[in-house]
């Protein structure tokens, strides 16, 4: 974590040309951008690649960033970016990739909701109900719920428009909590 | 399907307010006076929405999550960001303009002796990249 002024330091240094400081904006952020690419292309080559991606992304706009976010946020967005790239070129005549159905096969839900409720065993739940959501709905909700980007950047960066954002949001909050606390009735009728 | 039906007051059953909850968790939209009436007498929606909060709540936690990156992702990084730097001072050199040089990028690296290897495997992808 770096503080906001340092950051800035180095940003508007990066922006004079400095290559050392763009190189520590890197090192600073290189671990929450790949994490974010880890969550939104579910495995660690896309991961690596979207993350290299979007660094030259961001080294080639730099001058476009007018540092009203913290640097972060901005490559998370440019992270989103190409993570959505990457997987609409990967998904080429993989019709299902991108689709909002998911035929991804019902999980019995695991012993007594209660008892697997502590906070560790959830979040691993959780991460794996995330991976196996279809691309489309992880990429929103994951953008939204855990990195908190507003609809609004989350569309455009994603190429849809804010209302579909919010549909395929609420979709894949819906498909969560059904999986990881399936209601009563719930757990035969509906998969994932 | 759901096994139990329960009407409120205002007609709205708990089909109507299961498709509100994911929308209204987080609290940035306020569910319709009806929604909020049902959900007021319900127990099963109240323990749905329970639920929605817990998932929310443990997406949230997610984000204090850093995974760790395969190693080489760092030098592999910059020495692609080198190779673009270059092209672009190249580039410029070729416009007549002055440009600063992201040459020294790389050297900010630790990578050392696999700097060679990486920077081969970089602008391999840099190509596929652009
Ligand atoms: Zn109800």
């Known amino acids: 974590m770096v503080i906001p002024s340092e950051e800035a330091r180095l940003v508007a240094a990066a922006k004079a040309g400095d290559s050392d400081a763009f190189a520590e904006l890197v090192r600073n952020t ?25 660094y030259l992304r961001a080294f080639r706009s730099l001058k476009r960033f007018r540092g009203d976010a913290r640097f972060s946020t901005w490559m998370y967005r440019i992270t989103a970016n190409c993570a959505s790239t990457h997987l609409s070129r990967r998904s080429k005549g993989r019709h299902e990739e991108l689709s909002d159905d998911d035929n991804v096969l019902d999980e019995r839900p695991e012993s007594d909701p209660e008892t697997m409720a ?8 959780v991460t794996a109900a995330l991976a196996d959501l279809p691309p489309i709905l992880r990429a929103v909700v994951v953008l939204r719920d855990v990195y908190d980007l507003p609809h609004d950047a989350i569309a455009s960066e994603l190429g849809i428009t804010e209302s579909a954002a919010k549909v395929r949001l609420h979709r894949a909050r819906r498909k969560l909590r059904e999986r990881l606390f399936p209601m009563p009735g719930e757990e035969k009728a509906r998969a994932v | 399907m759901r096994s139990s039906r329960f009407f409120g007051s205002g007609g709205v059953s708990c089909d109507d307010v299961a498709d509100a909850l994911p929308a209204i968790v987080d609290g940035l939209e306020v569910a319709a006076i009806e929604v909020q009436r049902h959900v007021a007498a319900c127990l099963r929606c109240q323990a749905e929405l329970v639920q929605y909060r817990k998932v929310l709540r443990t997406l949230h936690q997610l984000r204090t999550e850093v995974l760790e990156p395969t190693p080489g992702l760092l030098p592999d990084i910059l020495a692609a960001l080198e190779a673009a730097g270059e092209r672009r001072a190249i580039h410029h050199l070729l416009n007549g303009r002055r440009v600063a040089y992201v040459g020294g990028i790389a050297a900010a690296t630790a990578a050392g002796a696999a700097g060679a290897i990486l920077a081969s495997r970089a602008r391999r992808k840099v190509r596929l990249a652009s």
């Open chain 1, 30 to 54: 290189q671990g929450d951008v790949y994490t974010l690419a880890y969550r939104l292309t579910g495995n660690e080559d896309d991961a690596r690649d979207v993350a290299q991606e979007a």
């Open chain 1, 118 to 125: 502590e906070a560790g065993v959830l979040r691993d739940r």
